[in-house]
């Protein structure tokens, strides 16, 4: 029996287990068995009885089994065991599947006279069951769609429902699945699904949101497939076209600004594609409306570059047809009028997109009108390039020039030269923007490449060559870059541009950004590493003596143009060198040691040119330095180079012996290990020994990182701390509680203050610093000792005894800078308290010996010496703070001494510093919550505020008392109070802390300005304040404080309102002096809505002393209420304008 007939057999509900054989063999690759070639074989009758029985048997299942019994897994408890599905069940589900296959097969065989209605039935049952499907048969599912897919295909009968179906599954998948790009592909062959659908009906209103979320998504827009269907989706309907460009515009801000080119992409297929309404629809809504967004946006908005990258993929695509007569239409209404708009921003963005589809002509025209109108179009550039806005000409410029290396060959050269001119002759040289003169640089590099440009460039470049001198820096950086341009495309000799000598004296001098950019220019012209390394020592004696200034900054950035290798092999080439003029010099022993090719250079340098010798070294340690990350990596190479320049150092410390070898000869030392230059260790020391107080930092800061580099910092914190033990006071004579006059040892040798200047050093530098810290605590210690020990001396001289000055000076920089050393070894090791404590004590050592001292001296010099020792100890306990290594503790011994500080009668003269720590404290406290501490954290808030409120009370005594030291008390404390109120960016609106600290400044202002106006004694002197300077001082301090953050104005005048609504104000004078606030505050034109609402209020209470103006005339209260009232009503005037 044949195959055909086995398989029609098969199709019987009683023989349903060969059908599965069947089925089964066709799915198995490695069986013969195919039924694609099986029904392809079978006769017309054959087909039609085929399709009768797969009815029948696919009816019989569904009736055996209907759906309602399967159990689909939807149910099912995802922490249940896994229900057992019945074998009939799984039984149904072969069949509908063999079902499904052979119907599939079915599909392809199909001829044109074939009667299918049976076949038909078989794929609107399956389209009816294929939902209720069990969740493990997604392949049966998958399979089934697949054969409605391959139905719409053939364009069979029935083809609307199957193809609707496949449609709506695929198009669930692209918006669910991570990488949709099968179903994407399938999606698109099913398009024409979609068209088939009315956009009104119940089907169409089904799938917009689901079609919208396809432009949601980067996989849509980026692939090939998905690109066809959603350009596609234009098509389908005029308001559905609306509803995608609404969507495109809410997403482009998400959007990767690489994704606005696809998005483009997507428009032009659609514009491509369309005709009739559709395309109407497409130019007006969506193109045109792009453009005029790209000309109206500002150039901040998130969405205006993405806007500006779809016109411009449209202009790019000039050459397509109809591309250039759609453009003309288009911009026609809109472009015109935005290029002589009153707005610059416009005015600029218009430029961009002119030139972008320049030139803007309707093909059909004839040539006549075609060159009429591209004539006008270069006449208006010109125009754009003289426009009065820099931001406008700087667009002209970029779109000047791009319009030139595009069209250059079909734009009359007159014209061209006219161009050119203005630019480089006129707009290079715009000395109202130096934006402008950058954008001509940069885009000078557009017009280079078209090499047909380079011939007229090559000629006018060369004016522009002043412009490496540009006071701008950007314009500097975007002046080098078109040199290197110049060089890139071969365009001109750059130095026929710019000179060499003018090149080498901007690199000497100018910022990294520049001069990195000269050094790539020049690179290849002095580090030719195509040539022998020979030639790159003489290219580099040859750089020293032309700009020695130069050669440093260029060998400083070299390694980022060349490997690290390079570099290697150019500093061991500098020491042949150096060793050939050795060997010349006469030195006999040196050069039987290290023999070297005495004809390198011999003719150039000698041991006597110090200057070329001591540059030659510079450039060692420059090159070393910028490759020593490099080495680091590679052991075996730095293993090489260290023997290498181990051998001959000490040979070149015995050579050169000039002062400016000896620098660079030091720092290559400190590159080398300590075992390299055993003597030179010693020699370092005598160095720095031998060094006088007051020595430059330059003297000893090499000497001091070499020994760092080589390990032997102890020795530099041993001489340190024996020249203060030394200078310090005899032991027993010069204790806390001593008076008498202080005794010293060994003065005259030794040299603290040179040694303080080491230590100051050390701590400033991150390098240095690491390593004093890395030494052993008890070494460090005995240091930190030595400059304690130095305290009691600043209370003799404080008591009167004979001591220097210099001493005295001596004396209280050790007291700072024993603070610095306990901040950082308190940072070092956080989890003692040892430093913390000695801080502690000298806080209190201040408070108890210092203060009393302050308070009752008469004598100005010991009055001042006294403040330094306060504001010093003040700037230390700031600094704690600051690195955050204080605690809870500290904190509160520091509000302690403040309140001590401010209690003391001569307190006041350190309210600066005062307000300094003030700020630290209150941002420690408020910025770093911990759990449980909230009482605690409170307590601290109020003694703040309070601190806060007594410093203010303090500035308006001193006002009353001394006007003019009160004068000089408010100007120097005026930035410290502004970083104090900053510190309300650490709170919350209405805090506790925020109350505090505005309550007393809202009540210093009004009570300074009322008592002013109480003491007015002619109507005359009743004035409008007009700004912040009309005030009494304390209220010109304050608010000039207050209105530089707009944070803090806000803060202000919300407590402002807070005390009217409490009725505390009650006198006219107060009312008065609100309102002289608000006057104020008014000429910033920012709290409109503020001063309207406090304004009412104000306005409202006062109606309460009304009677005040039956008073005569020359009653001082009447002027001050009429005038308060004059205000009220042009501020509140004003607030109405500027809401109108």
Request: charge should be negative; aromatic fraction near 8%; charged fraction near 25%.
């Amino acid at each position: 029996m044949s195959k055909r007939k086995q398989l029609l057999d098969s199709l019987n509900p009683e023989h349903v287990e060969d059908f599965l054989n069947f089925t089964k063999l066709h799915k198995d690759g490695a069986d013969p068995f195919d039924l694609v070639e099986v029904l392809s074989e079978l006769q017309r009758s054959q087909r039609q009885e085929l399709w009768d029985r797969l009815l029948k048997l696919l009816q019989h299942t569904l009736t055996t089994h209907p759906p309602e019994r399967w159990i689909t897994g939807a149910e099912e408890d995802p922490g249940d065991m896994e229900v057992e599905v019945p074998e009939e069940q799984m039984q149904a589900m072969a069949i509908i599947e063999g079902v499904t296959i052979v119907s599939t097969v079915s599909i392809d065989i199909l001829q044109e006279n074939d009667t299918y209605t049976s076949l038909l039935d078989v794929a609107q049952m399956l389209n009816c069951i294929e939902s209720s499907l069990p969740l493990s048969q997604t392949p049966l599912k998958q399979a089934i769609h697949w054969m409605f897919e391959c139905w719409w295909k053939r364009d069979l009968k029935g083809k609307e429902e199957l193809g609707w179906t496949a449609f709506l599954v695929c198009l669930e998948n692209t918006v669910t699945l991570e990488k949709p790009v099968s179903e994407l592909r399938r999606l698109c062959t099913l398009r024409e699904v979609l068209l088939s659908v009315d956009f009104t009906s119940e089907r169409g209103q089904q799938v917009i949101d689901p079609l919208l979320q396809c432009f949601f998504r980067a996989s849509h827009i980026k692939q090939e497939e998905g690109k066809r269907f959603l350009a596609s989706l234009f098509s389908w309907n005029e308001s559905f076209i609306r509803m995608i460009h609404e969507t495109i515009k809410n997403q482009l801000q998400f959007f990767p600004k690489t994704l606005s080119v696809h998005v483009a992409e997507i428009y032009f297929r659609a514009w491509r594609k369309a005709s009739g309404t559709f395309l109407e629809e497409i130019e007006s809504t969506c193109i045109q409306d792009l453009m005029q967004h790209a000309m109206l946006l500002h150039r901040d908005s998130p969405v205006h570059n993405r806007v500006r990258q779809i016109i411009t993929y449209f202009s790019k695509q000039k050459f397509r047809e109809g591309v250039d007569e759609m453009l003309h239409r288009l911009y026609k209404p809109i472009l015109w009028k935005a290029l002589k708009a009153t707005n610059a921003e416009v005015r600029a963005n218009a430029t961009l997109l002119f030139t972008e589809a320049f030139p803007i002509h309707d093909p059909s025209m004839n040539s006549e009108m075609v060159d009429q109108a591209v004539q006008k179009q270069l006449d208006l550039l010109f125009a754009l390039l003289d426009d009065p806005q820099p931001l406008v000409r700087s667009s002209a410029v970029l779109g000047v020039c791009s319009v030139l290396a595009r069209c250059w060959e079909v734009i009359p050269s007159t014209v061209i030269t006219d161009l050119l001119q203005k630019l480089i002759l006129q707009l290079a040289n715009d000395t109202s923007s130096p934006d402008v003169r950058c954008s001509v640089f940069m885009c000078m590099s557009i017009i280079l490449d078209n090499s047909v440009s380079h011939p007229l460039m090559e000629k006018l470049l060369p004016a522009l060559k002043s412009s490496l001198h540009d006071s701008s820096e950007k314009v500097r950086v975007a002046f080098v870059g078109m040199l290197l341009k110049i060089k890139g495309v071969r365009a001109a000799k750059f130095w026929k541009v710019c000179s060499l000598e003018h090149l080498l004296a901007r690199l000497e001098i100018d910022s990294p950004p520049v001069s990195k950019r000269i050094v790539n220019l020049l690179f290849n012209s002095f580090f030719p590493v195509n040539q022998p390394e020979t030639v790159w020592c003489e290219r580099c004696v040859t750089l020293i003596q032309t700009n020695r200034g130069a050669a440093r900054k260029f060998y400083q950035y070299a390694y980022l143009y060349t490997a690290p290798a390079n570099i290697v092999k150019l500093m061991l080439v500098i020491r042949k060198c150096l060793n050939v003029c050795i060997q010349n010099s006469g030195d006999d022993e040196f050069a039987s040691s290290n023999k070297e090719n005495s004809t390198l250079l011999e003719d150039v340098l000698s041991v006597q040119d110090t200057s070329s010798m001591a540059s030659l070294l510079e450039i060692l340690v420059i090159l070393w330095k910028s490759v020593q990350k490099s080495l680091q990596s590679n052991q075996e190479a730095l293993k090489y180079t260290t023997s290498k320049f181990s051998s001959v150092l000490p040979q070149y410390l015995k050579v050169f012996q000039e002062e400016r070898c000896k620098a660079p000869l030091i720092l290559l030392a400190s590159l080398l290990p300590a075992s390299a230059v055993p003597a030179l260790r010693s020699k370092v020391m005598s160095h720095l020994k031998s060094l006088k107080a007051g020595s430059a930092v330059m003297a000893y800061s090499q000497s001091v990182e070499c020994l760092c580099s080589w390990g032997q910092i102890s020795h530099i914190v041993e001489l340190i701390e024996n020249w203060l033990t030394e200078a310090a006071p005899v032991n027993g004579q010069g204790g806390e509680n001593s008076t008498g006059k202080v005794h010293f040892d060994g003065l005259e040798e030794s040299k603290p203050d040179l040694g303080l200047d080491y230590l100051d050093y050390l701590l400033l530098h991150p390098k240095t610093r690491d390593s004093l810290l890395t030494m052993q605590l008890d070494q460090i210690r005995q240091l930190h000792n030595a400059l304690y020990k130095w305290k009691s001396l600043l209370l003799s001289s404080l008591n009167g005894s004979e001591v220097s000055t210099a001493i005295t000076e001596t004396a209280l920089r050790a007291f700072i800078f024993h603070g610095r050393l306990s901040i950082h070894l308190q940072h070092k090791y956080p989890e003692e308290r040892e430093f913390l404590g000695s801080l502690e004590h000298s806080v209190s050592w201040v408070e108890k010996k210092v203060l009393p001292i302050m308070t009752s001296s008469s004598n100005e010099q010991q009055l001042s010496f006294s403040r330094k020792i306060v504001e010093s100890c003040s700037t230390v306990c700031k600094n704690v703070l600051r690195v955050n290594v204080g605690d809870s503790d500290f904190r509160d011994h520091l509000l302690q001494h403040v309140g001590s500080v401010l209690q003391s009668e001569k307190g006041y003269i350190c309210i600066p510093h005062v307000l300094a720590l003030l700020t630290e404290v209150a941002q420690s406290c408020l910025s770093h919550k911990i759990d449980g501490e909230d009482d605690q954290r409170s307590l601290t808030v109020r003694i703040l505020t309070n601190i806060f409120q007594k410093i203010i009370e303090i500035m308006a005594h001193r006002l009353r008392k001394d006007k003019e030291e009160g004068q000089e008390l408010c100007c120097s404390s005026e930035n410290d109070l502004y970083d104090f109120l900053l510190v309300t960016n650490f709170t919350t609106e209405r805090s506790e802390f925020i109350t505090g600290v505005f309550s007393s400044l809202c009540a210093a202002v009004i009570i300074d300005i009322s008592r002013t106006l109480q003491k007015i004694s002619h109507v005359e002197e009743v004035l409008t304040p007009e700004t912040v300077d009309d005030l009494p001082s304390l209220s010109n301090t304050i608010l000039k404080v207050i209105l530089r953050s707009p944070a803090v104005t806000s803060f202000f005048l919300a407590e402002m309102s807070s005390s009217i609504d409490s009725e505390a104000i009650d006198s006219i004078p107060q009312w008065a002096a609100v309102t002289h606030i608000l006057t104020v505050i008014k000429q910033t034109d920012v709290f409109n809505m503020e001063l309207k609402e406090i304004g009412v209020s104000v306005r409202r209470q006062i109606q309460s002393h009304y009677n005040i103006t039956a008073e005569n005339t020359e009653n001082i209260e009447r002027t001050i209420y009429e005038s308060t009232v004059r205000m009220l009503n042009d501020i509140l005037t004003s607030c109405q304008q500027s809401d109108g």
